[in-house]
Each structure stands twice: as structure tokens, then as C-alpha cells.
DNA sequence: CCAGTCAAGACACATTTGTGACGATTACGG
DNA sequence: CCGTAATCGTCACAAATGTGTCTTGACTGG
């Protein structure tokens, strides 16, 4: 009857959401909890603190929340969107991915209809937005990646990105079974119309939502940490005016799509098919996002905007 | 644009959202924020207790939650329910109606549908249940008051009760302008002859889903407390064989209607009413209750159950 | 059977949080 | 204009929390 089907054994998942039951909503201290199940202090805080971490305590703060949804409903009008959400940017030295991603799990969960189609980016925000998500359970959902993997796991990488998304969702996962850049255009195009890869890449126009995340050309980028793109391929392609780029697709800053080496070799679903999605979410923040969200928006790559103050304050300005 | 309008004046809501974001979200320190944000800890400290007061944080368990979910499907079926959700009973001195009341407004949230009529009666349950409402804005939902009022306002009233549900809801609120006994049986048959009582009390068997609450008749019993029941009419309620009562229908352990003296004086919905409510939730925990939550089922004055687990327990051992 | 390894408990300590006392400042009614 | 009361900030301290280190003990692979 007790459920423990996640994927690592040593975590009790029902008694971590008893601690928290105690702990959250009748408010009672740690060292009592422990006492009363009969378990360390030490035990109750690091299940407590895991138990965010995995997100099985879903905090949600009453929106709309002030100055934010000013911003919004400017972005909103601005840009033609469906929706915008404006999160307060971090004050501390929070990752800013972590917090437009809760936002976006959140934002998920409201609107994926079950046993809907998700199609997803890859990403620190979409990792955070998978571990925000509220699980649902039986309801066939579908979760489509939208990229080719990346053979050297780092941190955060596709597949992985995906599988916790389908997790949480309950959902059958599809992935793109190729590199996210082939070794030579003639072996992507070969890919492309090759069995398995084909057929993913064929849902992404039948999917209802996308979740998708912008990869940004500044000396911040993560592409590069990531080791994503060589820093040559960043130099050139910075040069061609690119501004970074939405599931493979290199933008300039109006939007145009930039051609490129790169570009030949690229894995992934067309423009079209996913303009073809009727809700395109696309969840970013920071500095160094302005530029690729405005460009996607323009190359009406998304219709719903995640993003925090001070990017959005940037965007409002433009 | 930014919304103030809750009843009281002196709660920046959006300031304390903020607050909030920064505290659950992106997990930064009470004294950091108060920095950046030009308050003093103490009243950040101050303003997030009200938030989380105010049910402006919702925190959110990933259920199942283990034990519970097993007693939850026991009672399911041992008493055909629509639904029974169970949580931990409390292991402080935490009252457990609160609890309660937490997971009815959950449960509310989740099952009313926008535009909803819901019918709600009172006490410090569904007090709690008004304050854990998902709050929702702009979908015409109606609430209807159960029960007419209490003249002296103790800390928890009826007018009170629905009026907090129906500001969560942004609902019209409908009251039952009489009071909850009548001071004769030919003044209660006026009443209900009469026009805003008559057709308040029309709407009961169109409502969606009713959140219905328990009173018992135990020593522990609240009616006493708050003075809605004498303690001569206490004494011969018992007598009569009442356990307690739903919505001022007195009934016996196996859920038959009680006569008494007050029953004449009653101004409430009438059974048959109340049955024809597709969903009819009980919010009820703790021991004192188990007697009149067994009768309320019997009745079929509910099918879905919130309760306890030691409620839970000694319901299915009967 | 014996290290070696790893998880979990005991303990200790620094940080963070909740709360009360006290004084300053402001609003308000006479 | 003054006194009163209420509010808010400052300080201080106790409680609760997060995080190390060290130790115990069980399991593992020779």
C-alpha cells in the first residue's frame, strides 16, 4: 500500500511526509517530532530539509504579489502574451534559475490538462521546475524532450531534466535518442530521418504545452560551463549576431534565425512544429536572459513568459 | 493596480508576499531580508507569522502519506465514500480542527469548480478550512451559509465562518438572516415562511458540495463552550440518545433524526436537502467526534470524510 | 575472522528565529 | 497645546535550527 517506487531506496518517502505534516502544519518543533516517532533531531531536520529539496512540500505564495504583477501585465500587453509571471529577484546568492523554475513548476501544474502533452527544454530552470511540479499520478500525461542528449553527464543534463519531469508527472517519457549536435550535418540529416528519432520529433507539433528554457551568448552563459558549445563556437557565432538560443535555434536580437556550422549539425525540433504548440512557456531570468527572451518572443518561439523583476524591469524597457 | 482590498487596512499584503518569497522560496535569512528591504528583523519576523496566519503561504504535503493513505482506503470502502482523507492527529497540543480544517480547505480547493455553489456550516473546522482556501478571484462562486447565527459573537461564528470562505473565494455570500434556534417553534415556522430565510434555504439542494462539520455531545463538546446549547438541553439531548448533530439535526449512533424540544425551534436545510448536495464533505477529528461522524454517515448526510487518524482508527474498528 | 567502509547516532557549537521589555515616536482627542 | 495610547524600533535573551566532528556499530569483501 505504501508506495516507494522512486528510484533511490534510502528514502522513506511516508515518513518524511509525516515529519513534515508535523513540522509544517501543526508547527511543531524538530526535537518533539523526533521524540514522538522516535528518531534523532538531527534524522527529522535532514528528511525535513530533503523533503524540499525532492518537493514534496509544495509552498505557494498567494499571488498576485504587488510590484510583480504590475510587470506582468505590462509584459502581458507588451508582448502579446497569454500569461507573464514576475518572480522577485533573489536578494541573497540564490541561483536565479531555481526561483523562475519553482514559478514554472507551479505554472505547470496549473495548466497542463490531464493527460496533456508537455514538451520540455533542458537546463538549471527547467531541473528546478521538474522538482516543483505538484506529482500527479494516473493520468497518462505525456513529457517530450526537446533536444538530443549530451553524452558527458554534467550537474544538469537532458535526459535527466526530462525523467524527473515525467516522474513527478507520472508520465511516459520520450526522448530524442541522438546527440544534441551530430558529428556532421550528413550524419544528422541521416539521424533525422532515422526510426526512433523521427517519430519523437514528429509529437512536438501535437503537444499542448511546451516548457521551454533561453540559453544566452554572454560571458555568463552556461553553454559554455556546461560545455555545450566550444568557445570557439561561441565567438563565432556572438560574431554572426547571434543572442544564444531556444532548443537549438540561434536568434539576432530581432528574432531572426541565425545561420551558422552549428546550425547543420543541430538535432531538434523545427520552428515550426513549435510554433505549432498552442501554449509556449518560456521560463528565464537574470541579466543575461534579456536579450534571447526578447528574440524568442519576437521569433514567436513563446506566447507565456517565467521570468524575474530585474529581467523583466529590462524587457518592459526595451 | 496592486490590491488592497481585504477588510482590514493596516496588512501590506504585497509587502508581506514579497517577504514570503524571499523566506520559503529562495530560502534567504529573516535578517538579510530586512536588510535589503529596509524593515527590522522583528518585523519581517512578524510579517511572515501573519502571512502564514493569514493563509497567504500555502503549504502543501505531497500526499500519500503512508499510514493514512491505508485508513483512508479502509474507510473508503467500509463506509462507501466518494473520498476520505485522513491526516496525522496532532502530537503536540496543536488543536486538532486546525489540521482538520487545513486539509477541508484543500480538499475544497481541489473539488470545487469554478462557479461553484458551496454550502459550508461552522465552528473552528471549517474556520480553519476557510483559512487554507486556495484563494481564487473572478469566477462568480457562491457560498451558502448551513445554519442561521449566533447573536453573541464568540470567537468563532457562523457569519464569521462564511464570510472568511467567501472572501477566499471571491464568492457572493448568502446568509440565513435567523437566528440558529428560533425562541418559539411558531416563530421558527415563520421564519422559514419568510422571504431572504426561505429562499437562502432554496439554494441548499442546488449546492455543488457542501463542507459540513460535526457537533458532538460528548463532555469535550464546543456547544457548550460557545453557548449555542444550554446544559439542560445538553443533558436531555443525551438522554434522547443524541451523539451529536449535523447542521442542527440531532441524530442517534445509528443516524436516526432525534426529537427533542430544540428540533422544533431549529431553522436549518432540511435532511432530504442536505442529501440531495452531490458531495457532502465532514470535517471532523478527534475522538469526541467519532460517534456523531459514524451517525452522519449512517444518515447519509455525507459522503466524503476529512478526519483524523485516530478518528480514523476508531471508526474502522467498529 | 579481520580490516575497511559507510551509515547513523551523540555531542557540540554557530546561526537563526521567536518573543519580551523598554524607550521613542506618532496619532488622536480633548 | 498637552496627555494618552498605540505603534514601532532597539536591545536582549531564550528557544529552535543547521551543521560540523567524532564515535559507534553494522555490513562487506577479502
Not at 522516535?38 to 534524522?43: A, Q, V
Not at 555568463?220 to 554572426?240: C, F, H, K, M, P
Request: aromatic share 4%.
Amino acid at each position: 500500500m505504501t508506495d516507494n517506487n522512486d528510484a533511490d531506496g534510502s528514502f522513506d518517502a511516508a515518513l518524511a511526509a509525516r515529519i513534515c505534516w508535523h513540522y509544517f502544519k501543526e508547527g511543531q518543533t524538530q526535537e518533539l517530532i523526533a521524540q514522538q516517532l522516535n528518531l534523532t533531531r538531527k534524522r527529522v531536520n535532514r528528511m525535513l530539509a530533503e523533503a524540499r529539496e525532492r518537493g514534496l512540500v509544495q509552498i505557494t505564495i498567494q499571488r498576485p504579489l504587488g510590484p510583480c504583477s504590475e510587470l506582468e501585465s505590462r509584459l502581458t500587453k507588451m508582448f502579446e502574451l497569454r500569461h507573464a509571471i514576475v518572480v522577485p529577484s533573489p536578494i541573497g546568492n540564490t541561483d536565479v534559475r531555481v526561483l523562475v523554475g519553482a514559478a514554472a513548476g507551479d505554472y505547470i501544474s496549473d495548466h497542463l490538462t490531464p493527460g496533456g502533452a508537455l514538451g520540455i527544454a533542458w537546463g538549471g530552470t527547467i531541473n528546478a521546475a521538474a522538482q516543483n511540479v505538484r506529482r500527479r499520478s494516473g493520468e497518462a500525461n505525456r513529457v517530450v524532450l526537446l533536444c538530443g542528449g549530451l553524452a558527458e553527464s554534467t550537474s544538469i543534463n537532458p535526459y535527466d531534466n526530462a525523467s524527473m519531469m515525467a516522474r513527478a508527472l507520472d508520465a511516459r517519457c520520450y526522448y530524442i535518442t541522438a546527440p544534441m549536435f551530430a558529428a556532421s550535418p550528413e550524419l544528422r540529416d541521416l539521424l533525422l530521418a532515422s526510426e526512433p528519432v523521427r517519430s519523437v520529433l514528429a509529437m512536438v507539433s501535437k503537444l499542448d504545452l511546451a516548457l521551454l528554457s533561453a540559453v544566452d551568448l554572454t560571458d555568463q552563459s552556461r553553454a559554455l560551463e556546461y560545455g555545450v558549445i566550444t568557445r570557439n563556437d561561441w565567438r563565432s557565432l556572438r560574431a554572426a549576431g547571434a543572442v544564444g538560443d531556444i532548443c537549438g535555434h540561434y536568434l539576432d536580437a530581432d528574432g531572426n534565425v541565425i545561420e551558422h556550422s552549428l546550425t547543420t549539425r543541430v538535432i531538434n525540433p523545427s520552428v515550426k512544429s513549435l510554433q505549432a504548440i498552442p501554449l509556449r512557456v518560456l521560463a528565464a531570468g537574470g541579466a543575461s536572459k534579456v536579450a534571447i527572451v526578447r528574440a524568442a518572443i519576437r521569433a514567436r518561439l513563446c506566447n507565456a513568459l517565467i521570468t524575474d523583476e530585474s529581467a523583466a524591469t529590462a524587457l518592459v524597457r526595451s
